[in-house]
């Protein structure tokens, strides 16, 4: 492992924490962060707007996202992580989650490992991860390309509201595949795979796979099952002209209204999320506790 961002002489890590305002347990979570940093060589810093939160406006900053840090540490569940990646999606910068949420795929530190695992990421006995990264874009009738946004799990194209069936148009590279009637789309990283898409029936990925993922949603044809794509595909979804509520949505959190005759593009980002591990996770065994564990 290894503390990436700043020059090697510095003896001062600085670390960008983002704890989840809605969770009941995020302050408790910060306060034993801010504490086990109190004497040591660690800067803490969190976005201006929970700093004055959490009462700990010393270490707010704004436009955080822009100065140098060494790594950014999520408080609350998996959603939280993923939205800390999105923020540092251009970056490249190391994100670690303190799991205060339901399921934790992402999130590895659970809150009665908070301060072994803070020591670990102090002594550098981690891991980092290189996540595949989506990046959507929406293309008009003129072919203006438009960039949206990127998303770790995935890019969803679905109808608004109680609106009927959409007509989609798939195509991978220059090739078309079909044009059906469903609810929607969704396209996965293999991060992703345990999210949305499977509950629509799509297949779980190990999120070392280099591979992007369809899923269609509630499909009004047999014909079109999941599909698992090269990573290096081009993906286009072309919305068809007769449908009027249509949105695309990055990791459930972010959404934009598509217009009748525009087209999504979904590609691999150049730049890959980077999630921190640590050598007591292993993936299956995250899988069986996470998932199975209880529904037997």
Known sequence: MHWMGRNKGDAMHRIAVFPNVNKDQSRAMLDRLLSFCKDKSVELVLPKDESIFFECEAHGREDIEQIPVDMALSIGGDG????????????????????IGTLGFLADIE???????????????????????????????????RFLGNAI??????????ARMIHLGLSINDTHLMDYKADGVIVSSPTGSTAYSLSAGGPIMNPTVRA??????????????????????????????????????FDGQESFRLLPGEEVL?????????????????????????????NL
């Open 80 to 99: 939280t992580l993923l939205g800390v990646c999105r923020r540092f999606g251009s970056r490249s910068v190391p994100v670690c989650g303190i799991n």
């Open 111 to 145: 809150p009665e490992e908070l301060e072994k695992k803070l020591s670990k990421i102090l002594e550098g006995t981690y891991r980092i991860e290189e996540r595949l990264l989506l990046s959507g874009y929406v293309k008009d009738g003129n072919g203006n390309e």
């Open 153 to 162: 799990n995935d890019v969803v194209i679905t109808k608004g509201g109680v």
């Open 212 to 249: 992007l993922l369809v899923t269609p949603i509630c499909a009004h044809t047999f014909n079109l099952r999941p599909l698992v794509v090269n990573e290096n595909d081009l993906l286009h979804i072309h919305i068809a002209a007769v449908h009027q509520d249509i949105i695309v949505t």
């Open 266 to 294: 979904v590609r691999k980002s150049p730049v890959p999320a980077r999630i921190v591990k640590f050598e007591d996770k292993d993936y299956y065994k995250i899988l069986r506790t996470k998932l199975w564990e209880g």
